[in-house]
């Protein structure tokens, strides 16, 4: 079965730091999608990165970047000097080579502190 | 705005009530899913169009939840008889093309959701 792992229920990190959020992945799909989302207290869901399965180089996106590994299929993402506002849920997702769905982990909770 | 749009955002509901959940994706946008999302949980998919045509509602839980988009714009998300484990966000989303026309990365945005409380 297809599926997102995040085993990070919670991470910290101080402000102007790297972190690293984990994210692994399930599927025997010939390709896929790879996203990252971020979701305020607000609840809005919002797009920060993507990878393709056939990209030869890992995304990037200013200060997030996406650390692709498909031989030991996971996807993690960094994010680089982070800010007070990068507190937030961070969800993996992956959408099958044969559909629009996407497929979303349980998320991680990023707080970032002065 | 340029966003997609969800109304209303909070809906308290009685146990046995029909309720309405709107969806106003982003002027353009040919695709249109909806989510749900338990407390603490990522979101799951529950139901997808392409225009007007409902192309995937393998995720609708039961016969209770329906969804439609006549015009291939507005979507209504109904669930009918509501049940105390159908709390939940209710979120919405809108991508430009799907899959095969983005090439594999057609990004899907998202709305700020509409909070379910059922009592």
């Known amino acids: 079965a297809q599926k997102i792992t995040q085993t990070q229920p919670g991470m910290f990190v101080q402000e102007k730091e790297a972190v690293t959020l984990d994210c692994t992945y399930d599927?025997?799909?010939?390709?896929?999608?790879l996203f990252w989302y971020k979701q305020p207290s607000s609840g809005e869901m919002i797009f920060l990165i993507y990878q393709g399965s056939y990209d030869q180089q890992n995304a990037t996106e200013g200060r997030y970047s996406l650390n692709f590994q498909k031989a030991r299929k996971s996807a993690n993402l960094v994010i680089s000097a982070s800010q007070l506002g990068d507190s937030a849920m961070y969800f993996c997702?992956?959408?099958?080579?044969?559909?629009?769905?996407?497929?979303f982990g349980t998320g991680t909770r990023l707080q970032v502190f002065p | 705005g340029a966003g997609v749009s969800q109304s209303p955002r909070y809906k308290v509901a009685k146990r046995g009530q029909d309720v309405a959940l709107r969806c106003d994706p982003i002027s353009g946008h040919v695709s249109l899913f909806w989510y749900q999302q338990a407390l603490g949980q990522g979101p799951e998919f529950l139901t997808y169009?392409?225009?007007?045509?409902?192309?995937?509602k393998s995720g609708l839980p039961s016969d209770r939840f329906f969804a439609e988009r006549p015009e291939g714009s507005v979507s209504t998300l109904k669930i009918q008889r509501t049940q105390q484990e159908d709390s939940a966000v209710y979120l919405c989303?809108?991508?430009?093309?799907?899959?095969?026309?983005?090439?594999?990365?057609?990004?899907?945005?998202f709305g700020p959701g509409t909070r379910l409380l059922v009592l």
């Open positions: 169009f392409q225009n007007e045509a409902q192309l995937d």
């Open positions: 997702a992956m959408r099958p080579w044969n559909t629009d769905k996407l497929i």
């Open positions: 989303a809108s991508s430009l093309g799907f899959r095969i026309t983005g090439g594999g990365r057609e990004t899907q945005y």
């Open positions: 599927t025997s799909d010939p390709s896929y999608g």
